[in-house]
């Protein structure tokens, strides 16, 4: 079974892969990305897009593992969307250090008590893994 994994991967044949290591990975994400917001009493209601993408990233990765179609369609609009997200947190949570206290010339505290700064890159690079799925030819 692992020559077959590395014999795809030689011939760029990952679409199933990467479909399902965006399924698997989404979901957990989301419910980790719920329980810090929910740290941050959900302060802006912004911070409630990436729990409710989580799952429907997480679904079009399973229906990109089980159809070509859907990882050809639905699953780079949601991995847009979910990547789109993540740099949208950056923003977010830079502007939230940068408004504690001191600011950004305050940052050896304000970035380990502010709102973890890259934290919100992890959505960006799932939603990378997705748009790659997309792009890749189906596994033989």
């Known amino acids: 079974m692992l020559g077959r994994v590395v014999e795809n991967l030689r011939h760029g044949r990952a679409q199933r892969l990467l479909s399902a ?3 698997a990975s989404a979901l957990p994400l989301g419910i980790e990305i719920y329980i810090n917001h929910y740290g941050g009493s959900f302060g802006n209601r912004w911070m409630w897009s990436p729990v409710l993408l989580a799952p429907a990233v997480s679904a079009a990765g399973i229906a990109g593992v089980r159809s070509e179609r859907a990882a050809r369609t639905v699953l ?3 991995s ?3 990547a789109a997200n993540g740099l949208a947190g950056e923003f977010f949570h830079l502007r939230g250090v940068a408004r ?3 600011g950004f010339h305050e940052a050896s505290y304000n970035l380990v008590m502010g709102p973890p700064a890259l ?3 992890s959505l960006a690079m799932v939603g990378a893994i997705g748009l790659m799925a997309s ?3 189906r596994e033989q």
Request: proline content about 17%.
């Open 21 to 23: 290591t965006t399924a």
């Open 76 to 78: 780079p609009a949601m």
């Open 80 to 82: 847009l969307l979910f």
């Open 100 to 102: 504690k206290p001191g």
């Open 119 to 121: 934290a919100p890159g």
């Open 135 to 137: 792009i890749m030819r």
